[in-house]
């Protein structure tokens, strides 16, 4: 007879889906206050990290909270937060606290005073100063707002409150910013469900409603690249108004909105703060029967497959497929994760008109009788990214337990039975969330095909300097500046890999850089016969006295051994003679993830200096030595 522990305690919970979870949870809290009582702080805070989700109810956070507060927080990924509201914030500072800690961000809040946000940023405050916040973000709502445009004002004297209010708010974040060098996060304004006009706001020149919709367009409009928004109307139309605007506990306890909606609030704020650190999912992998069709492809036949018009269960199917479609456009790597047999599994995509997604749009599609945490495990040795980007949809409830159990990195939400819910399931955990959309994201699905190509035609040739050549690489370099400083933040916050440093810079951080003359900036774009790689390659150095020092040196894994790095060096060594600099100097900085690039100095002719206890490396390079780097096959533009 088998005696239960109490990891399989914990790892039942964590394994199951939510309804089954509701039951378990007594159970799972039992286990990590003892964990927490006995000093093992770190297996605690990986349960609790599991555990966290969008899906958990009010109470049950809070009570996840407390054990949280009682582990110590490591050092690694230190973020400060500031949150200033109108309403009361207590809460919501708890609950983004599990929402960030739960994805390894070591985060410190600072709350502020009920309704004083403006004094905090305007008013001297020696706390804030200290605290000097990363990002702060103005949890504030209508009700923050002086008294709003009546019926009897003018549309000029509209339009003028309008001017007015929203610059009294760009000061607002300006002087912030100036202050800390924060990355601002500001709610738009939501529109309560209860007006006096009824159906007719709409054609109502001055009012209320025209007034907060006005407000939030003349900021989306004109807010500098340092604020992010935040929708709580989104969050309003996914509870339902009367949930959300529930007045009864704004009265009470002047509460931002009903308790029950506070999870979906603080993990949204969350989202954005991971999306602003380049922690977003990247990988959307799907299961193929009874996830994208109905029915089961290699029983039923392609013609027996449920997908389409003329059924509710099809169109839901379509429905869900387009998502992912739109995902995909929008930057999100698609990929296939089935048991099947390969030849079945792709015919639906060839045969079957109506199916939204073809072959073509998955970056990755693995179909076979393997189990599906190998299967993930090859996806992403194939695209050469971590497990910790993924996001696993399968409708088989013991596929996602096997999942969660051989590979926690990996996101898998609940999928509900009714494939109509499908779409909700996915998007309620914004797992994509996004701060800034380039060029690059909405070409990343091509960018990906196209190293394939590469790869096929490095087969082809005797050696690898024939192959370069025939790709005839042309390089473009520059500076960071405001055409390429959303793509220069992502790349810094999203390489794990080719990442010398792994320093993470906000947007307003790099901003500063990029405008010091202590700072030397520098992208590197790419293109070829196969087509344009776009910008792969970020460097920040700064000059101290006659050494130019390499603070963070990034670049995207498609591109590796292609040159680009003695490009990048010879790069550093011009702008170091411009600026008459005598050393140029770099550490590497070891993590469980970069272990590729940690003699990457040394092959660029670097000397090293001197290796700390935690194993970072220090290396230099005098400006006048002989260049060692090896011959590149790129043409720079």
């Known amino acids: 007879m088998t005696t239960e522990t109490p990891e399989d305690a914990l790892e039942a919970y964590v394994q199951a889906d939510a309804p089954v979870r509701t039951t378990l949870f007594g159970a799972f809290l039992a286990q990590l206050r003892a964990l927490a009582s006995q000093g093992e702080g770190a297996r605690a805070l990986a349960w609790v990290s599991r555990a966290i989700s969008v899906d958990l109810d009010y109470s049950s956070h809070l009570m996840l909270h407390k054990i949280l507060s009682r582990i110590p927080q490591a050092e690694k990924y230190k973020l400060k937060l500031a949150i200033l509201g109108g309403p009361t914030t207590t809460h919501l500072c708890w609950l983004v606290c599990n929402f960030l800690r739960a994805q390894g961000i070591h985060v410190e809040i600072f709350e502020g005073e009920y309704g004083l946000f403006r004094q905090s940023v305007m008013l001297p405050d020696a706390r804030l100063d200290a605290f000097r916040p990363d990002f702060v973000f103005f949890a504030t709502n209508s009700r923050d707002l002086p008294e709003l445009p009546s019926a009897s004002m003018s549309p000029a004297d509209f339009d003028l409150w309008v001017a007015e209010e929203a610059g009294k708010w760009g000061q607002l974040w300006q002087m912030a910013h100036e202050r800390w060098g924060s990355q601002i996060i500001q709610n738009l304004f939501e529109l309560p469900p209860w007006g006096v006009y009824g159906h007719y706001v709409h054609r109502v020149r001055v009012s209320g409603e025209r007034a907060l919709q006005d407000l939030n367009q003349a900021w989306l409009a004109d807010a500098p690249a340092y604020v992010v928004f935040h929708d709580p109307q989104m969050l309003a139309l996914e509870a339902g108004a009367r949930l959300w605007f529930d007045p009864r506990f704004y009265h009470e306890a002047k509460m931002p909105c009903g308790p029950e909606c506070l999870p979906m609030y603080a993990h949204s704020v969350a989202s954005l703060v991971l999306a602003a650190k380049g922690k977003s999912k990247k990988v959307l992998v799907l299961d193929l029967d009874n996830t994208l069709w109905g029915g089961v492809v290699g029983d039923d036949g392609v013609g027996g497959l449920r997908i389409g018009q003329g059924s509710a269960?099809?169109?839901?199917?379509?429905?869900?497929?387009?998502?992912?479609?739109?995902?995909?456009?929008?930057?999100?790597?698609?990929?296939?994760?089935?048991?099947?047999?390969?030849?079945?599994?792709?015919?639906?995509?060839?045969?079957?008109?109506?199916?939204?997604?073809?072959?073509?749009?998955?970056?990755?599609?693995?179909?076979?009788?393997?189990?599906?945490?190998?299967?993930?495990?090859?996806?992403?040795?194939?695209?050469?990214?971590?497990?910790?980007?993924?996001?696993?949809?399968?409708?088989?409830?013991?596929?996602?337990?096997?999942?969660?159990?051989?590979?926690?990195?990996?996101?898998?939400?609940?999928?509900?039975?009714?494939?109509?819910?499908?779409?909700?399931?996915?998007?309620?955990?914004?797992?994509?969330?996004?701060?800034?959309?380039?060029?690059?994201?909405?070409?990343?699905?091509?960018?990906?095909?196209?190293?394939?190509?590469?790869?096929?035609?490095?087969?082809?040739?005797?050696?690898?300097?024939?192959?370069?050549?025939?790709?005839?690489?042309?390089?473009?370099?520059?500076?960071?500046?405001?055409?390429?400083?959303?793509?220069?933040?992502?790349?810094?916050?999203?390489?794990?890999?080719?990442?010398?440093?792994?320093?993470?810079?906000?947007?307003?951080?790099?901003?500063?850089?990029?405008?010091?003359?202590?700072?030397?900036?520098?992208?590197?774009?790419?293109?070829?016969?196969l087509g344009d790689n776009g910008l792969i390659s970020v460097i920040l150095a700064r000059q101290t006295g006659e050494e130019l020092a390499i603070d963070t040196w990034v670049m995207s894994c498609r591109v590796l051994q292609r040159g680009v790095e003695q490009l990048a060096v010879e790069a550093l060594i011009g702008e170091a003679q411009k600026r008459k600099c005598r050393r140029l100097t770099g550490c590497y900085v070891p993590t469980p993830k970069n272990q590729m690039v940690s003699n990457l100095y040394g092959s660029m002719g670097f000397t090293l200096e001197k290796t700390d206890e935690n194993g970072t490396t220090h290396w230099a390079r005098s400006i006048g030595q002989a260049p060692v780097c090896r011959a590149h096959y790129i043409r720079v533009s």
């Open 313 to 529: 269960e099809g169109e839901s199917f379509l429905a869900f497929q387009k998502y992912a479609k739109l995902l995909s456009r929008r930057g999100v790597l698609l990929a296939v994760c089935s048991k099947n047999d390969f030849n079945n599994a792709a015919e639906p995509f060839e045969k079957i008109p109506e199916m939204a997604l073809k072959l073509a749009d998955f970056s990755s599609f693995r179909a076979n009788w393997n189990n599906k945490a190998d299967n993930l495990r090859a996806i992403a040795e194939e695209l050469n990214l971590g497990l910790d980007s993924f996001v696993f949809v399968d409708d088989n409830p013991a596929e996602r337990a096997l999942v969660r159990r051989f590979l926690p990195q990996v996101a898998v939400p609940d999928m509900p039975p009714d494939p109509a819910d499908y779409v909700q399931a996915l998007a309620r955990h914004r797992f994509f969330e996004t701060v800034a959309l380039t060029e690059e994201d909405a070409r990343r699905a091509d960018y990906y095909r196209q190293n394939r190509e590469r790869k096929q035609m490095a087969a082809a040739h005797a050696d690898v300097g024939s192959f370069l050549r025939s790709l005839d690489m042309q390089a473009r370099v520059e500076p960071i500046g405001p055409a390429n400083i959303e793509r220069s933040t992502q790349l810094i916050n999203k390489s794990n890999q080719f990442n010398l440093t792994t320093r993470r810079c906000t947007l307003a951080e790099i901003k500063d850089k990029a405008e010091s003359q202590d700072w030397a900036t520098f992208t590197i774009s790419l293109r070829d016969t």
